[in-house]
């Protein structure tokens, strides 16, 4: 009986424990394997390459998030994929986040700054983020709550940021090229 009230405990007092992450990705020669604990406020994603030209050591990214999801897409079109890796917080906002790196014509993986839209533009907030890449185009899209939403039901319609893959002076950088209020 002890043992049955301790489970029970367990399980209420670590509800949103996640399961590792561990995934292998492949496109056109290169493919990288990625893992992680997912341990909510303290995790490590790994990220080994094989198939780079130059560089194929492992990369160990230090984040409080859970990882979710990860995928590759050539999302400037030129032969060579970029790494998305989707991230979030545990918890009923799911609070999304994504991590990309570019394989540089598949020589190496280096990280690319995703930038931040102006505050105004995330009024009424909430998480529950969406990432995909499509038409050479990240995409994030969130559902806008109003005053007096729940969390489980949003009124304010989805806001959508597109970004394109620009080079900056020392990094790869997804600019925000299109906002959309639908």
Known sequence: MKSILFLLAAICVFPCLAAP???????????VHITSPNIPGKNTITLLPTGLKSMNSPLALEVEELIVRAFLEDADGDNSPELFLILTNPGSGSYGKALSYSTNGK?????????EPDPKHLEGYMGHDEFTVMENTLVRRFPIYEKGDTNASPTGGWRQFQYKLKPGEAAWHFRIDRIETF
């Open 21 to 31: 992450f561990d995934q292998t990705l492949e496109a056109g020669g290169f493919s």
């Open 107 to 115: 020589k190496a993986l280096t990280p690319i700054v995703i930038d």
